[in-house]
Nanobody, 115 residues
Framework: QVQLVESGGGLVQPGGSLRLSCAAS????????MGWYRQGPGKQREFLAR???????NYANSAEGRFTISRDNAKNTVYLQMNSLKPEDTAVYYC?????????WGQGTQVTVSS
């Protein structure tokens, strides 16, 4: 399995922006489908965005138009740019890597949107 380490979370005011990063180990990162999920307080983990090895993306309704997923295969890193953040975006954000039936998760990074 690939090892994933998220970073970039923190406290941000409503309307602000954050960019999350997820660094992956291994030499076959480019083959993985990479995704971002989040889990808010008292909620189930929910899908946000996914990017394929070929760069195709898809988004959940909650992320569409505000969040952008991207990847840099040379750096083994996937990003989530989050704009126009709202208090309801407060959650632990997780990175996910999928290759066939092999799934890996990072430890998560906390994002808090509050004034």
């Amino acid at each position: 399995q690939v090892q994933l380490v998220e970073s970039g979370g923190g406290l941000v005011q409503p309307g602000g922006s954050l960019r999350l990063s997820c660094a992956a180990s291994g030499s076959i990162f480019s083959r993985y489908i990479m995704g971002w999920y989040r889990q808010g307080p008292g909620k189930q983990r929910e899908f946000l965005a996914r990017i394929t090895s070929g760069g195709n993306t898809n988004y959940a309704n909650s992320a569409e138009g505000r969040f952008t997923i991207s990847r840099d295969n040379a750096k083994n890193t996937v990003y989530l740019q989050m704009n126009s953040l709202k208090p309801e975006d407060t959650a632990v954000y997780y990175c996910n890597a999928q290759l066939g039936l092999d799934y890996s998760w990072g430890q998560g990074t906390q994002v808090t949107v509050s004034s």
